[in-house]
């Protein structure tokens, strides 16, 4: 089974429309992380925003948020007011306590995300 | 705060051929992580340093692929013999390690290797 579903292969939003990117995740640690990160043409990762499974709050970072669902399991990444920057692929991650206790990162297959003008 | 470091960020080889990347973590991160990703597929993890000892290893072609991190701070990646599937961009990312609630990732630009 899947530990991240990323069921968007690719979405279109207006510049300075707001865009949702959806992901659920599977585990059963009960003190996992879960993660965004953008992957602009240029390949690198660039980490957004973070919410652990014990917060209370939604994580907001900017124009970056994150919609935690903690019983749908799924935290969905909110970009509001699009700009045209934002085009790029965005991969949520999980993480999660691996059976030899250390943290594992596993990432889903990414939901490439194009802003139009 | 310098990010990690990688080299270099292009590379393209014949099959057969050997290379060689190298990573420089954030300062102070204990953990050392390369992933591999192809094109149109997220990172996967191919090995994971705690300082300098291996934390998960399970994914790494061992036949061909081999990676060190002496004195727990860089980190070199090497295949040899290369093969054409081996073509993909080579993430190296850091994190501070165990026990921090909010441990996060961070990478490096990517050594993305073409296989000829």
């Known amino acids: 089974a899947q530990k991240i579903t990323q069921t968007q292969p690719g979405m279109f939003v207006q510049e300075k429309e707001a865009v949702t990117l959806d992901c659920t995740y599977d585990?059963?640690?009960?003190?996992?992380?879960l993660f965004w990160y953008k992957q602009p043409s240029s390949g690198e990762m660039i980490f957004l925003i973070y919410?652990?499974?014990?917060?209370?709050q939604n994580a907001t970072e900017g124009r970056y948020s994150l919609n935690f669902q903690k019983a749908r399991k799924s935290a969905n990444l909110v970009i509001s007011a699009s700009q045209l920057g934002d085009s790029a692929m965005y991969f949520c991650?999980?993480?999660?306590?691996?059976?030899?206790?250390?943290?594992?990162?596993?990432f889903g297959t990414g939901t490439r995300l194009k802003v139009l003008a | 705060e310098a990010g990690v470091a990688q080299s270099p960020r292009y590379k393209i080889i014949e099959k057969r051929q050997s290379v060689a990347f190298w990573c420089n973590p954030i300062?102070?991160?204990?953990?050392l992580y390369w992933y591999q990703q192809i094109l149109g597929q997220g990172p996967k993890l191919l090995i994971q340093?705690?300082?300098?000892?291996?934390?998960?290893d399970s994914q790494l072609p061992k036949d061909r692929f081999s990676a060190e991190r002496l004195k727990g701070v860089d980190s070199t990646l090497k295949i040899q013999p290369a093969k054409l599937e081996d073509s993909a961009v080579y993430l190296c990312?850091?994190?501070f390690g165990q026990g921090r609630t909010k441990d996060t990732q961070y990478f490096g630009p990517g050594t993305r290797l073409t296989v000829l």
């Open positions: 340093f705690q300082n300098n000892g291996v934390v998960d």
């Open positions: 585990t059963s640690d009960p003190s996992y992380g």
């Open positions: 991650a999980m993480r999660e306590k691996g059976r030899s206790g250390t943290y594992k990162y596993i």
């Open positions: 919410q652990g499974s014990y917060d209370q």
């Open positions: 300062s102070g991160h204990a953990t």
């Open positions: 990312a850091s994190s």
